[in-house]
């Protein structure tokens, strides 16, 4: 399981803050305990600050990669701060775009970059009607968007589609229609990635972590690879930890032996 | 979710001692516990003795039936200890004979009693070669044993296949090689139950319910309804409830609701 670390998102009160105060070594402590609990990729988040996103983004990549070198989501759908970011990233440095959609002009402003930059990229499973409600139309979705990904020349190792979870308090269909057509997309493409953002999952209910995880550890099933997560969520780790083992991907169990000492 | 309660087995010390005193109310005890904490089916085991097994099976379910109107699932491979068993269960009872394996004695013994009792059974997947250890061997044997029980005029309903559980520490392909398998069984038989005798998956680890109650969570998302557990562990029942919820088996999120206030 791939865990791309959430934490620095200016939607958080104490990140809008560090940005706004240019702190250092805030960000700096986020990113590493986020290293150290698990995360493989930083998202990297401005989009609170409307105006400032493109110098704030581009900023947090260039203290971060002074740092670490440590592969980035940069999470944006605005072509401006996007580019800002990339041109700063170092070429050796793996990228992800969070994230384009099947809708003409934010798809044509991505691709752009994903060729340029040669990066991967994050696709949201809606369209111009929004979140798909049911299995068929989540799969056509989902289809019409790889399709256009591989037809401008991007391989499927390099998409990570994001199928877009609803609050299962709103609609306690979504949870099964996910887990159905992830079962179908990874029939069709295996080598795409499925990318979940876990947390709307548990909206408006208690014990969300529970929930969040449970749902990882149920998509983990079906072949989710990658989840955009806290990974200072203890228990969500050790249960990642559990699925991998129990999937055959952690050889005499050592990563997860390891979990439990930590 | 359907829970079979598995505390009530002579292989466990305080259950064997109960048995031998005859102490009735310990065992009572026993079963209100697991129907309070969710059981729908109790499991009683009396094979630690093997020659006053039939009288010692005999007497839980008469002892339980008194108190309790409860379906049961008598877990024994032998064919006197069951006879005498089914002999008091009153005819309302829903029973599951637990177990039959497709090797011919056990088969025969076994589905006679199915059928003169018209109880429901879990075949287990494995033969006179032991327990398949890949997908397609472990496909084949389910298959056939399906098909066994269907010539036989069982319905798929009364049938739980259980997929036989190995340690995930001496093979860590076994827990993949189970998710795949039941895939496919649903697929081909989709009203066949599917049961999981959870503890064995993470024997000689660590952390041991945190292994069973993810491995049943994956489980849940491929097709498993049945689980033989222990329900006095809480955290297996609101992980069971939390999975249910994000299947859309609980409308309203009600069940879940309440096992987080409990």
Known sequence: MKIIGERINSTRKPIQEALEKRDRAFILKEAKAQ??????????????????????LKWLVEIIQAKFSVPLALDSPNIEALNAALE???????????????????????????????????????????????KEKRLKVAETLI????????????IY?????QPISTDTSVGKAILESIKVIKTRYPRVHIVLGLSNISFGLPNRRLINR????????????????????????????????????DEFCLKYLESQRS
Chains 1, 2 share one sequence.
Do not use: H, Q, W
């Open 161 to 165: 589609l994001d199928p877009v979870i």
């Open 88 to 134: 700063v990233v170092p070429a050796k440095t793996e990228v992800i775009i969070n994230s384009i959609t099947p809708e003409k002009e934010r798809f044509d402003n991505g691709i752009s970059l994903v060729k340029k930059y040669s990066t991967s990229v994050i696709g949201l499973c809606m369209d111009e009607e929004g979140i798909p409600r049911n």
């Open 214 to 249: 449970t749902f990882l550890t149920m998509a983990t099933a079906v072949g989710v690879d990658t989840v955009i997560a806290d990974p200072l969520d203890k228990d969500l780790i050790t249960s990642i930890r559990a699925a991998e083992m129990l999937l055959g991907k």
């Open 147 to 158: 399709k256009k990904l591989k037809e401008e020349g991007i391989e499927e190792e390099r």
């Open 35 to 56: 290293l150290e609990a698990g995360a493989e990729v930083l998202d990297l988040n401005a989009g609170a600050f409307i105006k400032e996103e493109p110098v704030y």
